[in-house]
T-cell receptor, first 110, second 116 residues
Framework: EDQVTQSPEALRLQEGESSSLNCSYT??????LFWYRQDPGKGPEFLFT???AGEEKEKERLKATLTKKESFLHITAPKPEDSATYLC???????????FGTGTRLKVLA | KAGVTQTPRYLIKTRGQQVTLSCSPI?????VSWYQQTPGQGLQFLFE???????NKGNFPGRFSGRQFSNSRSEMNVSTLELGDSALYLC???????????????FGEGSRLTVL
């Protein structure tokens, strides 16, 4: 069964304290791994797409990496405005279906 | 460029009623998909439409249905509402994978349904 698991469920960081979020997946075929940010009361906002093991993408304080079994979202020197729920999703090969993890709720304290 | 627009944003219904939610995708996007988001289950895929055709369907009962119009706007309908249908319903549009696009989804802000 296709599955996406994110850890930890929740994470509290002090401002400037770097950390990583994990997204592990078991799918029949991967056609892209996607990271999204979701603020309370809003829809998810696209951050990154990764397609191949070894691929990396960066945006401001965020860096996403991909291996054959998992992806990491590294947050360097986070700020309070980085507080949000971070979701990862995989697109299943041969379909137009995306499977989402349940997210990591990140809280960055000033 | 206008984003994905969903209406209504909030609605309250009682058990047994039905509800219709609407979604206008980003201009030029022909793929529209729907997701149900609940605290315990996260985002669950409902269905995806492209050029008025349903290409994929998730594991939801037949009470959940949808359609897409020729202008790419989409609606989803839930009949005979149950308490467990209370959720945030998210619509996402995509430019697909053609022409160098990478398949990312662009979400609306959702329609929050409460069933009493």
């Amino acid at each position: 069964e296709d599955q996406v698991t994110q850890s930890p469920e929740a994470l509290r960081l002090q401002e400037g304290e770097s950390s990583s979020l994990n997204c592990s997946y078991t799918v029949s075929g991967l056609r892209g791994l996607f990271w999204y940010r979701q603020d309370p009361g809003k829809g998810p906002e696209f951050l990154f797409t990764l397609y191949s093991a070894g691929e990396e993408k960066e945006k401001e304080r965020l860096k996403a990496t991909l291996t054959k079994k998992e992806s990491f979202l590294h947050i360097t020197a986070p700020k309070p405005e980085d507080s949000a729920t971070y979701l990862c999703a995989v697109r299943i090969s041969g379909t137009y279906k995306y499977i989402f993890g349940t997210g990591t709720r990140l809280k960055v304290l000033a | 460029k206008a984003g994905v627009t969903q209406t209504p944003r909030y609605l309250i219904k009682t058990r047994g009623q039905q509800v219709t939610l609407s979604c206008s995708p980003i201009s030029g996007h022909r793929s529209v998909s729907w997701y149900q988001q609940t605290p315990g289950q996260g985002l669950q895929f409902l269905f995806e439409y492209f050029s008025e055709t349903q290409r994929n369907k998730g594991n939801f009962p037949g009470r959940f249905s949808g359609r897409q119009f020729s202008n790419s706007r989409s609606e989803m309908n839930v009949s005979t509402l149950e308490l467990g249908d209370s959720a945030l319903y998210l619509c996402a549009s995509s430019a697909g994978l053609a022409g160098g696009n990478t398949g990312e989804l662009f979400f609306g802000e959702g329609s929050r349904l409460t069933v009493l």
